[in-house]
C-alpha cells in the first residue's frame, strides 16, 4: 500500500502541549475562536477548518478520553462514535470552554449496528457541522479529521469492517478505509480520545463519516470512519440527518435545503420591509396559499401604488420561511432585469450570485455558494416537494425595449417555468400587467379576469377591519385621516412616521396629499440633519440645509421625468447628490448622496437609483410635469418622445401614467375645478373621437377616481355615462357602427366599479347609475360587471340613503335592451323588493309616501310577503294626524289582512281599525262623487270599507281571511282590496325573496324573458 508521506506540519500534538500556531493539544484554544485542532497549511492557504465550539470531547468520570463528538444540530444533540459511548461507565461532555456536563444515560441513543451514537445535551453554544447528504463518497477523495491535529487524509475504498461491542459484534457496510500518514495512524489508536471525531469533506466542509478506532482487528495499516450515508429511511439517525439539512448550509457537492434556504433568504432580506408589522390580509393570504399549492405557475398581484404591494410579497417570504418545511423564496426587483435577458432565469442567476457574495462575507463557507445556478436551485427545491417560488416586485423598472423583444422575454420566462417546476409572483401596476399578462399562456396563470386585465389578484385598500388594526398597530387614531385615505396602506405609515415627528397632532383630519406632503419636509429634515452632523453645521443653518435639500429633491423629480422608468442613472443622481464635496450653492459640505440613501429617501435601482416610494414619486414628478406638453404626447398626437438609441422612438410606457394624473389633480388644487373641468371635457371629446385609444380613457378615469370631491365635475360626468351608455346600444358603438375593432363593450375603465368608487353623494351617484342601467349586459353574463350589481351592492351598505334614490327610478320607463320586458323602473322595483330585507319599515314608509302607481304596486306584494311590516306600519298610519295617512292605514289594513299571520300582527289591525273608526268624520271615509275612496288604484266603496274595518274590530284578520262575513260588502269592490295580489298582478316587482345583491331583480320572470 501506497503511504502518503506526512507533512512536517502533521507531527503529533500531544494533549495540552503548545503549539507555535497557539493552539494547545486537541481540545483547548489559547485564542477563543479559534480551533483547537490544529491546522494543517501554512498562513495565507490555511484549509476551511470548524469552529471549535462546533466539537465536544467525552471523558469517564476519572477524566480519561473517551472521544470526541460534533454538535449535529440546534437542539443540542451531539454526534459520535459508538464506541465512545459503548459500556457502563456514565458520560462527562466538555465543551470548548473547559465547562463539563455529566451526560444522563438516557440521553445517549446507541446505534451500534451503524458503530453511531446520538447524545443529547444542554447549554451548548456552538455552530452545528454541515452532515452529507452524498449516500457514497468517491475513492481517492481528500479528508480531513482530527487526529492529534487538523489532518488531511485520503479515501482508499469503502467496505465492510468488523466492529466489536461489549455487547456482541456487528459489520458495518461502507466503512471507509482512510489513507493517513504515520503520525495520523499513530493518533488514531484506540484509547487515544480520536474516536467520534468528523471526517469533513476537503471540498465541501460536511462531514461524511465519523472516525472509528475499534474498527477492524488484527494489524492496522489505515484509519477507519463509519459513514453517515446511506442511513436507515427512519430511525433517529434520519431524523437527524434531516433536520441538519434542513437547517445547517453546505455548499458544493453537499448542497442541501438549508444553503438554498440561506442564500434565497439572503434575497428576501435585503429588500423585504421592517418595522411596524405589517397587517395580514386574509383574502391575500389565502391566494397565495392556492397558487402555491396549485397547477398555476405565474400569479400578479395588481395594485396601484401605495397598496401594499411589497408588504404583501415580503409576507408572503416570510410565512414561506417559518412553515414547518421552510421553502426557498427568491426576490428580484424588476431594476434587476436587463434588455439582453432571454428570461427571467438570468436575473435569478445574478441575484444568487449577490446572495453569495453576500453569505461568503458573512462568515466563513466551504465550497463555492457562487456555483448555484437557478437551474439546480429549482431542481433541488422541486425534489424536496419544496418548488422554488420567485418574487418579482416592481417590474415596471425593467429597461424599455420593443414590444418584440418583451415577447421574446415572456415567451423565455414562460418556457424557463415550465421546465423547472418554479413559480413566479409578480406584483406590478395594473397598466403593466394589462400588457405583459397578456403575454403569458392563460393556462400558466392564476386568479380571476379583471376589466381589461389578463388574470390576477387584485390588491386594493385595507378592509374596515385591516384599517383599524394597521391604524392600532401605528398608533394613529381613527379620526386623524380622512375618510378616502384611512384604509390606504402607504399613507397610514408615512402619516405615523410624520405624526411621531410632530409635538401634536393635526385638529382636523388630513388627507393623502397632505400626508405626502409632510412625510417629504420631514425626509428633507432629517437628511439636513445628517449632513449637519457631518459638516459641523448648527443652529438654523440646519434649517436652511433643509431648504437645500428640498431643493435638490425636486431637482432629482425633474429629472427623473425623462425617456426611463423614472429614475435617475447614476451620473444625474451623483450631480444632484454629490458623494464628495458639494458645490458651494448647496453650502458646500461632504456626504449628499449618502445621507439621501441613509435616510431611504432614495434606494439603488438597477444602474442608477429611485424613490423609495413609487407613490411619492408620482406625486412630486408630478408637480413639476409640464401637463399641456404632456397631452401633446399622450393624447393630442402633436409631440414626439425622444429615443433611446436617436433612431428608434419608444412610446412612453403604460405605467407612467401616474405623473400625469398627478398633474391633473394638482391643477385643480392649484387653480380651481373649472380648469381640470376643461380638461376633463377634452378628454371626453378625445374618448368619443378615439373610443380604441389607450391614454384619453385611462387619464379620464384615474383623474375622476382621485378627486377628492367629484360634485364640481358632474357636468363631465353626465355626459360621459351617457356617451358610455350609447356604446352599449343596439347599433354597437358611438357612431351607429361597431367601433373600430367591432368592439360593442364601452372601455373598461368604467365599469361599474368606476362609478361606485367617485367621491360623490348618494343622489349623484345614483343618478349617473340610473343612466348607465341600460347598458348592462345580460344578466347570464356572469363574468360581466353589471351597473344594477353595482347599484344592489351600494343599497346592501346603506339602505337608508338609497331607498329614496331608487323610488326616483319609477318615472323612468326607458327599457332595458338586454333584458326584455324589464325597464327602469321596475328594475328600481326588484331591487327594492330583493334588498327589504335590510330595513323593511323604511321602505314601507318610503313607499306609502311616494305617491306612485310602482310604489302602490310594491307595496302591494309587500302585504303578501311582509306583512309583519304593513301591519306595523297600518298601526302608526291609523293614529297619524294627517288624513293621506289613514287613508293608507284603510286600504292597506283590509290588503295585508288576509296575509297576516302571527297574533301579534292580527292584534295591531285590530287597534288599527278601532282607531280608524273612532273617527267617523274622518275624511278618509267622507263620501264624494264616486261614492268612495281611492288608493293605489283600488275603489272602496264607502260603506264597504266601514264594513270591512268593523269586521277587523270585531273578529279581527281571521274574518277577513275567510272571505264570507263581509262577502256582500265587497260585491263592488275589486279582488285586489283583499286577495292576495298574484305573480301576474305586479310581474315586475318580485323577485326570489332568498337573491343576493348580485342577483338583484335577476329573479323576476321578466329578467328571463
Known amino acids: 500500500m501506497n503511504e502518503r508521506r506526512p507533512r512536517p506540519d502533521e507531527t503529533p500534538c500531544p494533549d495540552g502541549a503548545p503549539r507555535p500556531d497557539g493552539t494547545v493539544g486537541c481540545g483547548v484554544s489559547s485564542r477563543p475562536g479559534v480551533s483547537s485542532l490544529g491546522v494543517s497549511s501554512p498562513p495565507g492557504d490555511r484549509p476551511f477548518l470548524p469552529p471549535v465550539r462546533s466539537l465536544v470531547r467525552f471523558r469517564d468520570p476519572a477524566g480519561r478520553p473517551r472521544g470526541v463528538g460534533l454538535l449535529a444540530d440546534h437542539h443540542g444533540t451531539v454526534l459520535t462514535g459508538h464506541e465512545v459511548a459503548d459500556g457502563t461507565a456514565p458520560l462527562v461532555v466538555e465543551d470548548a470552554d473547559g465547562h463539563a456536563h455529566a451526560v444522563h444515560p438516557d440521553a445517549v441513543t446507541a446505534l451500534p449496528e451503524l458503530g453511531l451514537a446520538l447524545v443529547r445535551t444542554e447549554g451548548l453554544d456552538g455552530e452545528p457541522l454541515p452532515l452529507t447528504v452524498r449516500d457514497h463518497v468517491a475513492a481517492g477523495a481528500y479528508v480531513r479529521l482530527p487526529a492529534g491535529c487538523w489532518r488531511e487524509a485520503r479515501v482508499l475504498a469503502a467496505a465492510p469492517v468488523p466492529y466489536t461491542t461489549t455487547r456482541g459484534s456487528h459489520l458495518i457496510d461502507g466503512t471507509l478505509e482512510l489513507a493517513i500518514g504515520t503520525a495520523g495512524r499513530d493518533a488514531l489508536r484506540r484509547g487515544g480520545g480520536a474516536a467520534g471525531g468528523p471526517v469533513l469533506d476537503a471540498a465541501t466542509g460536511a462531514v461524511v463519516a465519523v472516525l472509528g478506532t475499534a474498527l477492524g482487528a488484527g494489524h492496522r495499516e489505515a484509519g477507519f470512519a463509519v459513514p453517515l450515508r446511506p442511513a436507515p429511511a427512519d430511525g433517529p439517525l434520519a431524523d437527524l440527518l434531516a433536520r441538519n439539512a434542513a437547517t445547517v448550509p453546505a455548499y458544493g457537492a453537499d448542497l442541501n435545503p438549508a444553503a438554498l434556504l440561506e442564500l434565497t433568504a439572503t434575497s428576501v432580506g435585503s429588500d423585504s420591509l421592517t418595522g411596524v408589522p405589517p397587517v395580514?390580509?386574509?383574502?391575500?393570504?389565502?391566494?397565495?396559499?392556492?397558487?402555491?399549492?396549485?397547477?398555476?405557475?405565474?400569479?400578479?398581484?395588481?395594485?396601484?401604488?401605495?397598496?401594499?404591494?411589497?408588504?404583501?410579497?415580503?409576507?408572503?417570504?416570510?410565512?414561506?420561511?417559518?412553515?414547518?418545511?421552510?421553502?426557498?423564496?427568491?426576490?428580484?426587483?424588476?431594476?434587476?432585469?436587463?434588455?439582453?435577458?432571454?428570461?427571467?432565469?438570468?436575473?435569478?442567476?445574478?441575484?444568487?450570485?449577490?446572495?453569495?457574495?453576500?453569505?461568503?462575507?458573512?462568515?466563513?463557507?466551504?465550497?463555492?455558494?457562487?456555483?448555484?445556478?437557478?437551474?439546480?436551485?429549482?431542481?433541488?427545491?422541486?425534489?424536496?416537494?419544496?418548488?422554488?417560488?420567485?418574487?418579482?416586485?416592481?417590474?415596471?423598472?425593467?429597461?424599455?425595449?420593443?414590444?418584440?423583444?418583451?415577447?421574446?422575454?415572456?415567451?423565455?420566462?414562460?418556457?424557463?417555468?415550465?421546465?423547472?417546476?418554479?413559480?413566479?409572483?409578480?406584483?406590478?401596476?395594473?397598466?403593466?400587467?394589462?400588457?405583459?399578462?397578456?403575454?403569458?399562456?392563460?393556462?400558466?396563470?392564476?386568479?380571476?379576469?379583471?376589466?381589461?386585465?389578463?388574470?390576477?389578484?387584485?390588491?386594493?385598500?385595507?378592509?374596515?377591519?385591516?384599517?383599524?388594526?394597521?391604524?392600532?398597530?401605528?398608533?394613529?387614531?381613527?379620526?386623524?385621516?380622512?375618510?378616502?385615505?384611512?384604509?390606504?396602506?402607504?399613507?397610514?405609515?408615512?402619516?405615523?412616521?410624520?405624526?411621531?415627528?410632530?409635538?401634536?397632532?393635526?385638529?382636523?383630519?388630513?388627507?393623502?396629499?397632505?400626508?405626502?406632503?409632510?412625510?417629504?419636509?420631514?425626509?428633507?429634515?432629517?437628511?439636513?440633519?445628517?449632513?449637519?452632523?457631518?459638516?459641523?453645521?448648527?443652529?438654523?443653518?440646519?434649517?436652511?440645509?433643509?431648504?437645500?435639500?428640498?431643493?435638490?429633491?425636486?431637482?432629482?423629480?425633474?429629472?427623473?421625468?425623462g425617456p426611463g422608468q423614472g429614475a435617475l442613472d447614476r451620473a444625474a443622481f451623483e450631480a444632484t447628490f454629490p458623494w464628495g464635496p458639494a458645490p458651494a450653492r448647496l453650502g458646500g459640505g461632504t456626504g449628499w448622496a449618502s445621507a439621501v440613501l441613509a435616510e431611504g429617501l432614495f434606494v439603488p435601482a438597477g444602474a442608477g437609483y429611485r424613490f423609495a416610494h413609487e407613490e411619492l414619486a408620482d406625486w412630486i414628478q408630478g408637480a413639476h410635469l409640464d401637463l399641456d406638453e404632456a397631452l401633446n404626447v399622450l393624447v393630442r398626437g402633436r409631440g414626439r418622445r425622444g429615443s433611446l438609441d436617436g433612431t428608434h422612438p419608444l412610446p412612453v410606457p403604460h405605467h407612467r401614467i401616474g405623473p400625469v394624473v398627478q398633474a391633473l389633480l394638482l391643477l385643480a388644487r392649484h387653480h380651481g375645478p373649472r380648469r381640470l373641468a376643461d380638461v376633463l371635457r377634452e378628454l371626453t371629446a378625445a374618448l368619443r373621437d378615439e373610443p380604441d385609444a389607450w391614454w384619453a380613457p385611462r387619464l379620464l378615469a384615474e383623474t375622476l377616481r382621485g378627486i377628492p370631491d367629484a360634485t364640481p365635475y358632474l357636468d363631465v360626468l353626465r355626459p360621459l355615462a351617457d356617451l358610455v351608455t350609447r356604446w352599449r346600444g343596439r347599433s354597437g358603438g358611438p357612431t351607429g357602427g361597431a367601433g373600430r375593432r367591432g368592439r360593442v363593450e364601452p372601455p373598461s375603465e368604467f365599469a361599474p366599479d368606476f362609478w361606485a368608487a367617485l367621491a360623490l353623494p348618494v343622489e349623484a351617484r345614483l343618478d349617473l347609475l340610473r343612466r348607465l342601467v341600460v347598458a348592462d349586459a345580460a344578466p347570464h353574463a356572469a363574468d360581466a360587471p353589471r351597473y344594477l350589481d353595482a347599484v344592489a351592492r351600494l343599497l346592501t351598505a346603506d339602505p337608508l340613503a338609497v331607498q329614496p334614490q331608487l323610488t326616483l327610478w319609477f318615472d323612468d320607463e326607458r327599457p332595458l335592451p338586454a333584458t326584455p320586458h324589464a325597464t327602469v323602473a321596475t328594475a328600481a322595483q326588484a331591487l327594492l323588493h330583493t334588498h327589504r330585507h335590510a330595513a323593511p319599515d323604511d321602505l314601507v314608509e318610503l313607499l306609502a309616501g311616494r305617491a306612485h302607481a310602482r310604489a302602490d304596486e310594491l307595496l302591494a306584494v309587500l302585504a303578501e310577503e311582509e306583512p309583519s311590516a304593513l301591519c306595523r306600519a297600518v298601526h302608526r298610519w291609523a293614529h297619524d294626524e294627517r288624513p293621506v295617512r289613514r287613508l293608507a292605514a284603510t286600504a292597506y289594513a283590509l290588503r295585508v289582512a288576509p296575509h297576516a299571520r302571527t297574533a301579534a300582527d292580527r292584534e295591531l289591525l285590530r287597534h288599527a281599525a278601532r282607531a280608524l273608526l273612532t273617527s267617523p268624520a274622518d275624511p278618509a271615509f267622507a263620501p264624494h262623487e264616486e261614492a268612495g275612496v281611492r288608493h293605489g288604484g283600488a275603489l272602496i266603496p264607502h260603506q264597504g270599507a266601514l264594513a270591512l274595518l268593523r269586521a277587523l274590530a270585531d273578529a279581527g284578520a281571521p274574518a277577513l281571511a275567510r272571505g264570507v262575513t263581509v262577502r256582500a260588502a265587497l260585491e263592488n269592490v275589486p279582488p285586489s282590496v283583499v286577495s292576495p295580489v298574484s305573480p301576474g298582478d305586479a310581474p315586475s316587482v318580485r323577485g326570489p325573496s332568498h337573491s343576493t345583491h348580485a342577483d338583484a331583480g335577476r329573479g323576476h320572470p321578466a329578467w328571463h324573458s
Not at 296 to 324: C, K, N, Q, W
Not at 461 to 488: C, F, I, K, Q, S
Not at 517 to 546: E, I, K, P, Q, S
Request: charged share 25%.
Open 280 to 561: 395580514e390580509r386574509p383574502v391575500i393570504a389565502r391566494e397565495f396559499a392556492d397558487f402555491t399549492s396549485g397547477a398555476a405557475a405565474v400569479l400578479a398581484l395588481v395594485g396601484a401604488p401605495g397598496s401594499g404591494r411589497t408588504t404583501e410579497l415580503a409576507a408572503l417570504a416570510a410565512r414561506r420561511a417559518r412553515e414547518p418545511g421552510p421553502a426557498p423564496t427568491l426576490w428580484l426587483r424588476g431594476a434587476d432585469l436587463r434588455e439582453q435577458d432571454a428570461s427571467i432565469a438570468d436575473a435569478a442567476r445574478r441575484a444568487l450570485t449577490r446572495a453569495a457574495r453576500i453569505v461568503t462575507a458573512s462568515r466563513p463557507v466551504q465550497g463555492d455558494p457562487g456555483e448555484l445556478t437557478p437551474e439546480l436551485l429549482a431542481q433541488l427545491a422541486r425534489t424536496a416537494g419544496r418548488p422554488l417560488l420567485l418574487l418579482l416586485d416592481g417590474p415596471e423598472e425593467m429597461p424599455p425595449a420593443p414590444a418584440d423583444r418583451l415577447r421574446e422575454w415572456t415567451d423565455g420566462t414562460a418556457r424557463w417555468l415550465r421546465e423547472t417546476g418554479t413559480r413566479l409572483v409578480v406584483a406590478c401596476r395594473a397598466e403593466y400587467w394589462e400588457e405583459a399578462g397578456a403575454r403569458y399562456p392563460a393556462e400558466l396563470l392564476h386568479g380571476r379576469t379583471a376589466p381589461a386585465l389578463p388574470p390576477c389578484v387584485l390588491l386594493g385598500d385595507l378592509t374596515p377591519a385591516e384599517a383599524r388594526e394597521a391604524r392600532a398597530r401605528h398608533g394613529v387614531p381613527d379620526a386623524e385621516l380622512t375618510d378616502a385615505d384611512a384604509r390606504h396602506p402607504l399613507t397610514l405609515r408615512l402619516y405615523a412616521e410624520v405624526r411621531a415627528a410632530l409635538p401634536e397632532a393635526p385638529g382636523v383630519p388630513v388627507d393623502r396629499d397632505a400626508v405626502l406632503a409632510a412625510h417629504l419636509d420631514l425626509m428633507c429634515l432629517r437628511v439636513a440633519a445628517r449632513l449637519a452632523a457631518g459638516n459641523g453645521v448648527r443652529g438654523t443653518a440646519v434649517r436652511l440645509l433643509a431648504t437645500k435639500v428640498a431643493g435638490q429633491v425636486h431637482e432629482a423629480a425633474r429629472r427623473s421625468l
